[in-house]
């Protein structure tokens, strides 16, 4: 019973969270998008607690995603044990360079009393959550080899039951403990993303690869340029 | 031709006598909330000197602007990747420290403290953190040269001056400095819009305003490093870049933008600009000493069938178009080549122009007496400006309003010290009618100018200093909503509280 509330409501209650009251602020309280940039306060902290965190974060991040999404591909990726080696060890490398900028980016909250005043409680929340997230992450690679491998076995199926409104929990029960928590904890990062500045992530500007330099807003326009 | 108006305006900094009564008047309005209250959307400084954010104009500390290279215009800050690339954190953003820690003071400790044997103070507590602090920098902490060894002498300005023309700004018999008032330019080529990865600050197309969209803006806060003139400034509470927004409720209702309207030495002039839009890209690769013709030369003359034409065919209206043939702007700007834009060489075609300080001469000590050497020989009446013996070198007026090159402005000055000689010759029969005639031929200019110019610039009535085009926003709004729903809800636009996202 426990695990089906972990495993199946839970999960479907954070994305529905995620989806309704990230659209709903999105939509009636836009002005609340922010990344609430503090580097106006607070400058050098940030450089070496922000610039890990965010590249360490992303680039594994993006490892989960693409092994998700690609498992057949990820699968003969990993297939010849060298490029296996490779893959976990930089993701342990990353994974540290990120668990090193986010212990950084709180202990720069901590101590530096201008960026500590413009910290909700949710702030500390969501670092709390994601420090945990990310050493609990590194913790399941380094001893429950290799994650690489196994994740398509496991979390991806559950992931993709989940997708295709087929629950099957049998695939993560399993588990030990400590995989369990971080896959939980996956979920709650989403549960928590639209109550957080971590909407701030759906509007990454990537149109600003492409958009012409400058903008000129016409209210009525009586000639197309 | 693709003609567009913009709102644009004249400072003239001869009248201006640094009373800070515009930056009052802006904080007054627009900038007492939390989180602006270190901001001075309008900012005198006092030059030489370092300004507010200190060193603004080193664009090596701040990358803003734009620079040609190998024929193709790029931002200084980044190109498009190294934008997203930089997002985490940007190398070249100003600190709370470049402009200054905002505090108050603990008044209630006066009333409150208890009985001792020490008078009670009131100490200053920081505005951000609610702290006692220390005040180490505020607004104007340079204003009227103090601490001049430390902020005057680092002028960038300076830089391209002799140790000798350096030196004699240090000697009191010899020290000069005027006020620079400045505002948001509302720029042709805005570096703040470009820098913005989100795409939230726009140009308005029918005033050329510059805003930020508070909802779109996501405080990636490229802009303040973008705008090499620092006025793009960051709400550390809301967590959105904030601006001058050239009062634009009030222009919309036909009042001048506050900072105009309370200019206690008048020096701020309003009106309308047409520009071909289609010549943007070029003027900006202009080289620097042919930047200000450049500019120049985008403005169109209002007058101008042709241009009139392709005015209206934009969707300009009569009424536009008539405010642009009164506007003072263009008079002082295009037709008397009199006022002149700010860093012209930041590439960003600022539409806020500068006629620049009549330059007092130099004077010796001889005998406890203040002589003012060479008078006379050069067939000008003394106390008079002299281009020659000025103080301020020539070179430093060219590096702030020119370009660097010296030539135009000196134009400038030979025309106003025309207007001057040729004044003073109808009032106190200075000059004679030769030495006046001579003043004239030197400054390239005529009785009538002369006299145009004077006008404008001593005797303007409010109505001819701002010549506020009908924007007429109520018919534009006129498409999507009921202009009477919208005039009660315009202004800086929040219907609820601008609250800081969790």
């Known amino acids: 019973m426990l695990n089906i509330v972990l495993f199946i409501v839970f999960p479907y209650v954070s994305v529905i969270l995620a989806v309704v009251v990230g659209s709903y602020r999105y939509f009636f309280d836009r002005f609340t998008y922010s990344s609430q940039s503090s580097q106006f306060l607070e400058n050098r902290k940030l450089f070496y607690g922000s610039v890990p965190w965010h590249y360490g974060v992303i680039l594994v991040l993006t490892a989960h995603v693409l092994a998700l999404l690609f498992p057949a591909e990820w699968g003969i990726l990993i297939g010849v044990p060298i490029r296996l080696y490779i893959l976990e060890v930089t993701g342990y490398i990353l994974a540290a360079i990120a668990i090193l900028g986010m212990t950084m980016l709180i202990v720069r909250r901590l101590t530096a009393i201008r960026a500590r005043v413009v910290t909700s409680r949710m702030d500390w929340v969501l670092l709390a959550v994601l ?85 000129v807003v016409w209210n009525r326009r009586a000639r197309k340029p | ?99 200054y820690e905002p505090w108050t003071y603990q008044y209630d400790e006066l009333f409150n403290a208890p009985e001792g044997d020490d008078q009670p103070t009131a100490r200053p507590i920081s505005m951000i953190t609610g702290k006692h602090m220390d005040i180490e920098a505020g607004p104007n902490w340079d204003d009227d040269l103090g601490g001049s060894p430390v902020y005057a002498a680092n002028d960038p300005n ?49 005033d050329g305003i510059v805003l930020i969209s508070q909802e779109k803006c996501r405080a990636w806060r490229m802009c303040i490093s973008g705008c090499p003139y620092k006025k793009v400034y960051y709400n550390w509470s809301t967590g959105k870049s904030e601006k001058c927004i050239l009062c634009y409720p009030r222009l919309e209702s036909g009042h001048a933008p506050a900072c105009f309207h309370s200019c206690v030495g008048r020096i701020r002039y309003l009106g309308l600009l047409l520009y071909d839009a289609d010549r943007i890209h070029e003027t900006t690769l ?85 002589e003012i050497s060479g008078v006379g020989d050069q067939g000008l009446a003394p106390m008079l400006s002299s281009l020659e013996r000025a103080r301020m070198p020539l070179r430093y007026m060219a590096h702030l ?99 800081r996202g969790g």
Not at chain 1, 196 to 202: G, I, K, N, Y
Not at chain 1, 203 to 212: E, G, N, V
Not at chain 2, 52 to 79: A, C, F, I, V
């Open chain 2, 158 to 206: 300076l830089g391209e001056l002799t140790e000798e023309e350096r030196s004699q700004l240090n000697e009191l018999e010899r020290m000069v400095f005027f006020y620079l008032p400045r505002i948001c330019n509302h720029c042709l080529n805005p570096g703040c819009v470009a820098a913005c990865p989100a795409g939230a600050i726009y140009k308005r197309g029918e």
């Open chain 2, 1 to 99: 031709m693709d003609i567009r108006a913009q709102v644009s305006m004249v400072f003239h900094l001869d009248k201006c006598i640094g009373c800070h009564t515009c930056s009052v008047a802006c904080k007054n309005i627009w900038t007492d909330r939390k989180g602006t209250e270190y901001m001075w959307w309008n900012n005198v400084e006092t030059k030489p000197g370092t300004g507010y954010p200190t060193l603004w104009e080193d664009q090596e500390k701040y990358h803003g602007g734009w620079e040609r290279k190998s024929g193709s215009l790029n931002l200084r800050l980044h190109g498009r990747l190294g934008g997203l690339a930089n997002i985490f954190f940007n190398p070249f953003l100003p600190t709370v420290d470049d402009y």
């Open chain 2, 286 to 370: 202009a080289p620097d000493d042919q930047l200000v013709e450049a500019h120049r030369a985008i403005i169109q003359d209002p007058f101008d069938p042709q241009v009139i034409a392709a005015a209206k065919a934009n969707g300009i209206s009569d009424a536009m178009i008539n405010a642009a043939q009164h506007s003072p702007v263009y008079k002082f700007v295009k037709k008397w080549k009199l006022a002149l834009p700010l860093h012209p060489e930041f590439r960003t075609l600022p539409m806020l122009f500068y006629v620049p300080p009549m330059l007092p001469v130099l004077a010796k000590l001889r005998e406890g007496h203040y």
């Open chain 1, 131 to 215: 420090l945990a997230q990310v050493v609990l992450g590194l913790w399941v690679a380094l001893f429950y080899r290799w994650g690489a491998d196994w994740y398509l076995h496991t979390a991806v199926p559950w992931i993709l039951s989940l997708v295709t409104l087929n629950p099957q929990i049998q695939y993560v029960t399993v588990l030990p403990v400590v995989v369990q928590l971080h896959l939980l904890g996956g979920f709650l990062v989403i549960a928590l993303f639209p109550f957080t500045r971590l909407v701030h992530l759906m509007t990454f500007p990537i149109t600003y690869l492409w958009r012409p330099y400058q903008v």
């Open chain 2, 401 to 499: 309003f020119s370009g660097g090159n010296e030539e135009i402005v000196a134009a400038v000055y030979r025309k106003l010290i025309a207007v001057r000689i040729a004044k003073r010759a109808q009032h106190v029969s200075e000059a004679t009618p030769d030495e006046v005639q001579q003043a004239m031929t030197v400054g390239n200019t005529n009785p009538e100018e002369i006299e145009a110019i004077f006008q404008l610039t001593s005797k303007p009535t409010f109505e001819e200093r701002f010549v506020i085009p009908p924007l007429a926003r109520e018919m534009a709004v006129e498409a999507t909503l009921d202009p009477f729903t919208h005039k009660p809800e315009t202004g800086f636009g929040f219907r609820r509280a601008p609250k």
